[in-house]
């Protein structure tokens, strides 16, 4: 394979792995498979968690630092791209950083909001019971709307990823999955997968702990008095 090594695997596995969750997320919420529901919510939670530390703490074009930029940067990108003369970054664009965070803010949303959520009040989200039932109904919307805002933007990730295709005529696909480019940018020197492994490990002891904390029901929430 050509070109130099940008997306660490983790970073891909990563992106993959959230792409087949939120089909398996979507799946299992329409068929009330809500047992599976909330493990691939609790797959998604570990890997938020990871990918934020990851934001930090890994290779260069996987940082937030590297990738995040202000109004006017995001503004002369899109300015330039228009013209045809974008001069186009190893790692996300200016645009497509900020597409980026929305995105993980939106997985972050639907995870938060499932965890107070609740099917016909028996299979509750892990914290639905510590919850007063104006913040029950809240997350029920939320995680609702949230889903829909979720598609939205996905799809708006998509088109950006096959406008790209055609201006500048790069695919970023095939880059997510050998993780190379054609750059004139440095490559990355490899995965740091050890760290990424140590990381995966907090991130996935964090979200168990999260789920184990939270209060069981009471007789009177279960109907039982
Ligand atoms: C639920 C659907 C999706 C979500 C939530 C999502 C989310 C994301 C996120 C968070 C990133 C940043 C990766 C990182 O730096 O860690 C990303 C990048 C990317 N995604 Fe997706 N994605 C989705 C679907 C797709 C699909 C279906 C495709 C393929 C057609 C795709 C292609 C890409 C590509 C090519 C990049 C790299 C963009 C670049 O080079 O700057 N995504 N996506
Ligand atoms: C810890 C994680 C999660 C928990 C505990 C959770 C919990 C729930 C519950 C209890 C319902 C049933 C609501 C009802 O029947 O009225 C539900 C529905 C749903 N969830 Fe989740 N969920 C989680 C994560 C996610 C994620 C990550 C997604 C998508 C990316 C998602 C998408 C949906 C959808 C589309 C529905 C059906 C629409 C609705 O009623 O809200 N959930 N979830």
């Known amino acids: 394979m050509e070109g130099k090594l940008v997306w660490d695997l983790p ?11 939120v089909g398996a997320s979507w799946l299992t919420a ?4 809500m047992t599976l529901h909330f493990y691939s919510g609790y797959a998604l939670a570990t890997l938020l968690l990871f990918r934020l530390a990851w934001g930090l703490a890994g290779p260069r074009y996987a940082r937030f630092g590297s990738f ?7 503004w002369s ?13 190893a790692g996300h664009t200016p645009p497509g950083g900020w ?3 929305l995105l993980l803010g939106l ?11 609740s099917h016909d009040g028996l299979d509750a989200g892990p914290w639905y019971w510590a919850a007063p039932a104006d913040l029950r109904e809240l997350a029920h919307e939320v995680h609702e709307t949230g889903f829909d805002l979720l598609l939205v933007f996905a799809a708006l990730h998509v088109i950006a990823v096959l406008l790209y295709l055609w201006r500048p005529g790069v695919n970023l696909v095939a880059a997510m999955f050998s993780g190379r480019k054609q750059t004139g940018e440095p490559a990355i ?6 760290l990424a492994a140590l990381l995966l490990a907090v991130a996935a002891g964090a979200v168990w702990l999260l789920v184990s904390m939270a209060p069981a029901p009471s007789l009177a ?5």
Not at 68 to 74: E, T, Y
């Open 11 to 21: 970073v891909r596995l990563f992106h993959w792995l959230i792409v087949l969750l």
């Open 189 to 194: 020197a490899g995965s740091r997968l050890p």
């Open 221 to 225: 929430d279960l109907g039982i008095y």
């Open 77 to 89: 990108y899109l300015r330039d791209w228009l013209r045809g003369e974008a001069r186009e970054p």
């Open 68 to 74: 995040v930029a202000g109004p006017r940067r995001v």
């Open 107 to 117: 997985l972050a949303v639907q995870v938060g909001s499932g965890l107070l959520n």
């Open 99 to 101: 597409m980026i965070l």
């Open 30 to 33: 329409e068929f009330e498979w």
